[in-house]
């Protein structure tokens, strides 16, 4: 794994590092990673936005994570959106009305 994705992945999983979340400044650089030209960087960020949901930021408005993760649930790689598709599964259970409206657009 190169020097990025290891960075990607500490900031992803780590627990102090969500606290970026609590504010809307880390949306631009979510999206900026999931358009990445690298699946591993979208499936990366698929997988930390999944487990955001139980975040302050996205506990609050689990719509924005639904809506990043919905807009690319028809990815080009196979690998991204078995991803997409398994944290809009986990996502559902908690917030299962959000996810079946969001999945009729």
Not at 26 to 46: G, K, T
């Amino acid at each position: 794994m190169d020097e990025y994705m290891r960075y990607l992945e500490e900031l992803i999983l780590e627990k102090d590092s969500l606290k970026l979340v609590k504010n809307e400044v880390a949306l631009p650089l979510i999206e900026e990673w999931l358009n990445s030209d690298c699946a591993n960087v979208r499936r990366a960020v698929s997988e930390g936005v999944r487990i955001w949901t139980s975040r302050p930021y996205f506990e609050d408005n689990p719509q924005a994570a639904i809506q990043l993760l919905s807009a690319h649930k028809e990815d080009n790689s196979e690998y991204v959106r078995k991803s997409i598709g398994n944290a809009l599964k986990d996502i559902r259970k908690k917030y299962p009305q959000m996810i079946s409206e969001e999945l009729k657009s």
